[in-house]
């Protein structure tokens, strides 16, 4: 598109100047050959879909892990609990704003009901779950849906460290009982405990519309 608002301003240029004269025949044609708008493949818009998708998901997991590190900082693990609570689903619909796209963590053993897969998830997440089990590293997956005007795009999420096992580990040993008290408080229904270092937690799952992508490329 930059391109074809090159050669806009450069007609301009030349219909503009040298007070009413006339652009050549053949100048005229290479100009608006040039303008013809690129036919992108849809292999090409797949591709920029997934590589766009790789960094909104970065882009989410590092401003939650910034501001879950603060909340920890300041309140400890029961109050940033807490906050995620709280804060967790605006800091992701705020970063699919900017994008234009919707992003969600996707997990069977979810902390927040609202993390249940879908319809559209759930054989993606139990083939991350397989693998996962079986020892099969799991890529990255994009799929077309709703007619091929929107990708779903999903990634893996994985226990990084230690420090989420405070919350996400085993009951009295990685979470004490302040913590165990405030998880029973906000999520009575938390399936999210009794994980090590390298489990699956769940997946990224982004509704990337097509119109997004084209306008990118």
């Not at 939650?64 to 605006?90: D, M, T």
Request: one cysteine or more; a negative charge; aromatic letters at 6%.
């Amino acid at each position: 598109m930059r391109k074809i608002a090159k050669y806009f301003l450069v007609l301009i240029g030349f219909t503009s100047c040298g007070g009413g004269e006339r652009v050549s025949k053949e100048v005229f044609e290479e100009v608006n050959k040039n303008m013809e708008v690129k036919k992108l493949s849809e292999a090409e818009i797949l591709e920029e879909a997934m590589i766009w998708g790789d960094s909104i998901s970065t882009e989410a997991q590092m401003e939650l892990i910034s501001q879950l590190q603060n909340a920890i900082s300041e309140r400890g693990v029961p109050g940033a609990i807490e906050f995620c609570s709280v804060s967790a689903f605006p800091i992701l619909t705020e970063v699919g704003k900017v994008h234009g796209v919707a992003i969600k963590r996707a997990s069977n053993r979810y902390r927040n009901p609202a993390d249940q897969p879908d319809p559209q998830e759930q054989p993606i997440l139990e083939a991350y779950e397989y693998n996962a089990e079986n020892g099969i590293k799991s890529d990255p997956n994009i799929q077309k849906i709703e007619g091929g005007e929107v990708f779903l795009y999903t990634k893996p999420i994985v226990i990084p460290g230690g420090l989420c096992l405070s919350c996400h580990g085993d009951p009295g040993r990685d979470i004490n009982s302040e913590t165990l008290a405030k998880l029973a408080e906000l999520y009575p229904q938390d399936q999210a405990k009794g994980h090590q270092v390298g489990d699956l937690r769940g997946m990224w799952s982004l509704r990337i519309p097509k119109k997004e992508v084209v306008k990118r490329m």
